[in-house]
């Protein structure tokens, strides 16, 4: 923990101003060191009071999203985390892969405030202006072969599904394979992202991309977008962005100690937006309507056809058709 970050843990739990000289005492550095690192904290964006034969006092928790104010909500054992945020990049994934491919660890965590080139599953984009989401990717190097990846998506899932619970006293559901929804609106998409090594058949990284939607950008969100939605409906809590990264990562590293046993997937079936629902399916050209059951261990959609049939679908076998989302919608239905 550096001196700014041990500073503002201070001024977070004092009940008063502290002076430079008590901070300086306290942390066992220079007054000198002490002014550098409130002022590091200004720009980052706290507000931070500084009255003469008063010491230091904290006015406002920031908006900013800084490492600093997510390490601070971190477990212990994630304290090691390489966290960055930047202001604009073309999207958080492309930018970890090419850190992966220069051999960076894992747990290196890119945060974005804006994305110019947001991706989303099968080559979509996800939109990402700034001041509206979280953007945040995650470089993996897990023990798993190929085929079994889609559990880093589950995970992920759950974890962000728990966060935004958290966060909002709410309850937020999944739907099929990596979108998270409140009130019949996507909050959340999730993007994994992985490099195999054909030698051995098992992943060489993954890059896991989250982002989420805290409030609606100035405007709305754009016509085509017509299933987006926000987890709060106005102004976020102060420090929200923040909170929700740390939790996401606290819960999303709790699921990845336990990818081999999979015991997140009893809550991912728990939260399924699909289950019990009629679907219009699409694959190829093709399309049916169908019913569906449930998910099982590997992730597949379990269907039943008209003809009492059931079969059970991997992520990119099938699309779920928008219109039956948007019907679940009109319809009052809560999810």
Known sequence: MGADEEILELLRTSKGP????EMARRLGITRNSVWKAVEKLRRTGYEIEAGTNKGYRLVRESQVLSPENIRLRLDKELSGLAIQVREVVSSTNTVLKELAEQGGREGMVIIAQRQEKGKGRLGRSFHSPRGSGLY????LRPALPAEESL???TAAAVAVAGAIDTLTGERSKIKWVNDVYLHGKKVCGILTEASVDFENGGLHYAVLGIGVNLQAPPGGFPAELSMAGAIFPDQPPEGARAWLAAEILNRFFACYRQLPQRGFMEEYRARSLLTGMEITFQQGASQWDGTVQG???????????PDG??????AGEVAV????????????EET
């Not at 502290?18 to 000289?21: A, L």
């Not at 998910?295 to 056809?305: F, G, K, N, T």
């Open 309 to 314: 049939r059931e079969r059970a679908f991997g």
């Open 18 to 21: 502290v002076s430079g000289e």
């Open 136 to 139: 945040m990717s995650i470089l």
């Open 295 to 305: 998910i099982d261990d590997q992730a597949r959609l379990l269907v039943r056809l």
């Open 321 to 332: 058709m928008k219109k039956s989302l948007q019907n679940l919608r009109e319809n009052g």
């Open 151 to 153: 559990a880093i998506t």
